[in-house]
């Protein structure tokens, strides 16, 4: 498996605290991806980053903020989570944009 | 942005059959086309990537198809196994000029029955 590591793996949290997903990658590689995964919806591009301190949004990033600051570390931010957010979250990372995308393990995020 | 479609959303099949999966895509600027498989509770795994300059790729049994006219891609499996159910997602990415991004398609939820 490629070396991609999520933290935390499972969290419980409450409506309007902020709450930082955390994905690791060992593979040096360009892009990095945060995925959310909800029933009906298949995997939505949240944010996405080229390279350190590149990013950009997606098509859900409403309420999300995410930064990388090194190659190797992508965060991803609810700056005040919803119940709406409750979700599975992936990470995934690239070399480029045609070659293979490796997922994390995935976090699952419940906002109760 | 990108937009793609999958169908159909479920499909179930028996042992040894067939199953064809189908996606469409928007955005003409897309170049590489990746199927993933996710199982109950695991990460997606890719099975099988196409890119604009081929039309068709196999592996054993598994194949993909590109019309770049018509804007459609299938996953095609053959023989299929128990072990094939699973999540099957198709996804379109743009390249890097225009910014990457790998939009995904809705899945299809394939069950194959012994």
């Known amino acids: 498996d490629a070396g991609i590591t999520q933290s935390p793996r499972h969290k419980v949290t409450e409506t309007g605290t902020p709450v930082t997903l955390r994905c690791h990658q060992t593979e040096n590689h360009r892009y990095m991806y945060w995925y959310r995964q909800d029933p009906g919806h298949g995997l939505r591009l949240i944010h996405y980053s080229y390279g350190v301190k590149d990013t950009d949004k997606g098509e859900v990033s409403d309420g999300y903020s995410v930064s990388r600051s090194k190659t190797e570390d992508f965060l991803l931010t609810l700056e005040s989570a919803t119940s709406s957010q409750t979700s599975v979250y992936f990470c995934a990372i690239s070399d480029s944009t045609n070659t293979e995308a490796f997922f994390g393990q995935g976090t699952r995020l419940t906002v109760v | ?114």
């Not at chain 2, 895509?25 to 993933?36: G, I, R, V």
């Not at chain 2, 053959?78 to 890097?96: H, I, K, L, M, W």
């Open chain 2, 1 to 114: 942005g990108e937009n793609v479609e999958q169908h159909p959303s479920t499909l179930s099949v028996q042992e040894g059959d067939s199953a064809v999966i189908k996606c469409t895509y928007s955005d003409s600027a897309s170049n590489y086309f990746p199927w993933y498989k996710q199982e109950l509770g695991k990460r997606p795994q890719l099975i099988i990537d196409i890119r604009s300059n081929v039309g068709e790729k196999k592996d054993q049994r598994i194949a993909v198809t590109l019309n770049k006219t018509a804007k459609h891609f299938s996953l095609h499996i053959t023989e299929t196994q128990p072990e094939d159910s699973a999540v099957y997602f198709c996804a379109a990415n743009r390249g890097e000029t225009s910014g990457s991004r790998l939009t995904f398609g809705e899945g299809t939820q394939l069950t194959v029955n012994p």
